[in-house]
């Protein structure tokens, strides 16, 4: 195993522990420090598949570690703050919903382009959407420990949820958008290809003018 994908390891190992403090109330700064994890395994995401194309060390395991790595810790980090209120239902649940669903149609679509021998190159809406995931999602956390400890409230809190708020909100909008963009540019991925007629072979031909 390459070290981009030890890398990739790390970043689920990082999975149940960043869980386990988010949902720690009794420890102090458990969602500082939940956030903290999050902006490490992004960073780790960055860092592997930097050294995975600087050094050329891409693999079919990389290229299946890597994407699962990515959308286990969003898809757990979109659920925990829905679920504690920190992003306010039903709003939580339809930004959850949306980028979710999204990962897994994507992840649908890239099944079916792999099974018909199709690249399918990322494009600068999927980095846009994940910069602004990356960004929000750890301000959300601190958000959570902000109310949680009662450090500032007020005019700073509603400022803090304010800017949190059009954060996840451009990154549910840029989900939608890539999404779209992606399938639009690989609809070709989509279509039927027909069966190739079968021919008898050639030896066969020969035979059976040899028979008559």
């Known amino acids: 195993m390459n070290l981009p994908n030890k890398i990739s390891c790390v970043r689920i190992a990082l999975l149940p ?7 720690a109330t009794f420890i102090p700064c458990n969602y500082l ?27 079919n395991l990389g290229k ?6 990515d959308k286990l810790i969003v898809m757990a980090a979109l659920i925990l703050v829905t679920v504690d209120g920190t992003i306010p239902n039903p709003y ?8 979710i669903g ?3 149609i994507i992840s649908a679509f890239r099944q079916i382009a792999a099974a018909k021998n199709v690249i399918m ?11 602004f ?7 959300l956390m601190f958000q959570a420990q902000v109310v949680a400890s009662n450090w500032f409230s007020g005019t700073g809190l509603m400022v803090l949820q304010i800017i949190n708020y059009v954060l996840i909100g451009i990154a549910t909008v840029l989900t939608i958008v890539s999404g779209i963009n992606y399938i ?8 039927d290809t027909p069966a190739p007629k079968t021919e008898k072979p050639e030896i066969e031909a020969e035979t059976n003018s040899e028979q008559k």
């Open 17 to 23: 522990v960043f869980i386990f403090f988010y949902l």
């Open 33 to 59: 420090i939940a956030g903290i994890i999050f902006a490490i395994a992004a960073f780790t995401d960055f860092l592997d598949g930097k050294i995975a194309r600087k050094y050329n060390l891409v693999t």
């Open 64 to 69: 299946f570690l890597d994407p699962i790595a």
């Open 92 to 99: 939580g649940i339809i930004i959850s919903t949306i980028i």
């Open 102 to 104: 999204r990962e897994l």
């Open 121 to 131: 190159a990322a494009d600068m809406w999927g980095k846009y959407k994940t910069t």
């Open 133 to 139: 995931q990356t960004i929000a999602l750890p301000l």
């Open 184 to 191: 639009v540019k690989n609809k070709q991925v989509l279509k």
